[in-house]
T-cell receptor, first 112, second 113 residues
């Protein structure tokens, strides 16, 4: 019954590596989002997309990029991973018009 | 800018008690949604309850209810007859026309047996 799937639950990468976090939803939602979650800071928006090949910067886009080649898939890319990108990453989707997100189960990324 | 504030980083109550989590927000929008999400140790964010700003009636979902005070920009969550499975992080969130969610910092709730 999983509707938003994140490809990895835990990930350990080295500083400087290029990292791909994948997210797939099966609900035909138009909107997809990437957040990072850090203790005491809640969830902060990195990037979002309202349609295929569209992307918009969120509140903390620095050091990240995204790709949305198909409606159901939204990828987050860390071009050159750094230790301050160690965090929990959450993907979410919603239909056009909003009204509540469906979240993936998160990827805990550690950059060493 | 829209902001959401949860002033209680941690709360702890005994099983079967009632607990209220606080949330305030700041916005100049008139039409928006407010949410409470639960994140148990499994990390899956689960929608607990949703309130549409134009509806004056407070939303309820079984043991969960909200006290929505639009003028005061307050949106508290009440959990009645609390259960061990309610132990989780709870996030208050705000959504307006852009469908972006703005989250509070979270409240860690522990239900003790």
């Amino acid at each position: 019954d999983v509707k938003v799937t994140q490809s990895s639950r835990y990930l350990v990468k080295r500083t400087g590596e290029k990292v791909f976090l994948e997210c797939v939803q099966d609900m035909d939602h138009e909107n997809m989002f990437w957040y990072r979650q850090d203790p005491g800071l809640g969830l902060r928006l990195i990037y979002f997309s309202y349609d295929v090949k569209m992307k918009e910067k969120g509140d903390i886009p620095e050091g990240y990029s995204v790709s949305r080649e198909k409606k159901e898939r939204f990828s987050l890319i860390l071009e050159s991973a750094s230790t301050n990108q160690t965090s929990m990453y959450l993907c979410a989707s919603t239909k056009a018009g909003g009204g509540g997100y469906t979240f993936g189960s998160g990827t805990r990324l550690t950059v060493v | 800018a829209q902001t959401v504030t949860q002033s209680q980083p941690e709360m702890s109550v005994q099983e079967a008690e009632t607990v209220t989590l606080s949330c305030t927000y700041d916005t100049s929008e008139s039409n928006y949604y407010l949410f409470w999400y639960k994140q148990p140790p499994s990390r899956q964010m689960i929608l607990v309850i949703r309130q549409e700003a134009y509806k004056q009636q407070n939303a309820t979902e079984n043991r969960f209810s909200v006290n929505f005070q639009k003028a005061a920009k307050s949106f508290s969550l009440k959990i009645s007859d609390s259960q061990l499975g309610d132990t989780a992080m709870y996030f208050c969130a705000f959504e307006w026309g852009a469908q972006k969610l703005v989250f509070g910092q979270g409240t860690r709730l522990t239900i003790n047996p």
